[in-house]
């Protein structure tokens, strides 16, 4: 009896701790490095006379200060796991009205992709995730490249 107890309060505090380090905050710094091209295109969405619009601006070509105001914006923000991230397919509804996509390039190749929303939705590499401060976010990035 005292074995079956035992085991119960292992498996539930094994759990507690699982669970603890799954929705621990992670930092959208692990996406870029100082030495990684990154590319962005910020999109505002909504209806306007009855007609849907999105406009978007592209920041291709990104100078290096900026680069490091927007690394060092990165490195302050975090974001978190959700149940559903282990069987997401990347694809995320309720976007809100501000969507902000970040490309992260290793030489030519993509080696991260970020979509961030105004709804607080996340989804970096196909996998969806929670942000609290994603509009904050987002307008701190196009203060930084206006």
Not at 48 to 62: F, L, M, P, R, W
Not at 88 to 110: C, E, P, W
């Amino acid at each position: 009896m005292k074995k079956k107890m035992l085991c119960s309060i292992i498996i539930v505090i094994a759990f507690f701790v699982c669970c603890t380090v799954y929705f621990k905050p992670l930092s959208l710094s692990d996406v870029a490095e100082a030495d990684n091209q990154i590319k962005m295109v910020y999109s505002q969405l909504g209806v306007k006379n009855g007609e849907a619009y999105i406009d978007s601006v592209d920041y291709q070509d990104i100078p290096i200060d900026q680069k490091n105001a927007i690394l060092s914006l990165l490195d302050k923000h975090t974001y978190r796991r959700t149940v559903g991230t282990l069987f997401s397919n990347g694809s995320t509804s309720d976007l809100g009205d501000k969507t902000l996509s970040i490309y992260v390039y290793d030489d030519a190749s993509l080696i991260n992709s970020v979509l961030v929303t105004s709804s607080g939705k996340v989804v970096i590499n196909k996998k969806t995730y929670n942000m609290e401060d994603a509009e904050p976010f987002i307008e701190q990035i196009v203060e930084i490249m206006n």
